[in-house]
């Protein structure tokens, strides 16, 4: 749309059903540069992608053309599709309902990619269940405890 600019960088979190640890690096290089390609290919720029066996960080420049759920539904089920066409897990893949998605300024940009792509040291000192609360705190996100993710402690 002519005279329409925006900047919008938007960091969204995916979990595997059941915080299954499937995720593997056997596959994983090859995961992001799936989902890379489903980003590119909505006309979106991938800016950081990087997680644990158990869920994903992806962070991203959005442009307004596109919602950010129906981006959201197609990473999970193109991505769940591939992983269970190419049998990278036992039994079949999935992600678990819903996601989450925190917006950022760009004076924010490089402290996002540096902490998406040190997922492995952040981990080491907080687990997933306290990242992910903490980031809902941190951005006043209302919650209902019991719609969260299934933890598995």
Do not use: C
Not at 30 to 56: E, R, T, V
């Amino acid at each position: 749309m002519a005279n329409t600019y925006t900047q919008l960088y938007i960091h969204v979190v995916i979990v595997v059903k059941g915080r299954e640890n499937v995720i593997t690096p056997r596959f994983r290089d090859d995961l992001y540069k799936y989902i890379s390609g489903i980003i590119a290919n909505k006309n979106q720029k991938l800016l950081a992608i990087g997680g644990m066996p158990d869920h994903l960080h992806i962070f991203m420049s959005m442009n307004p053309d596109v919602k950010l759920s129906d981006l959201v539904r197609d990473i999970k089920a193109n991505s769940s599709k591939w992983i269970n066409e190419n049998r990278f897990v036992m039994g079949k893949f999935n992600w678990q309902v819903g996601y989450g998605a925190f917006s950022y300024v760009k004076s924010q940009k490089d402290v996002v990619i540096k902490y998406i792509l040190n997922q492995e040291k952040h981990h080491s000192k907080k687990s997933f269940r306290e990242e992910y609360i903490d980031m809902l705190k941190r951005y006043e996100v209302n919650y209902d405890e019991k719609y969260l993710f299934n933890w598995i402690e």
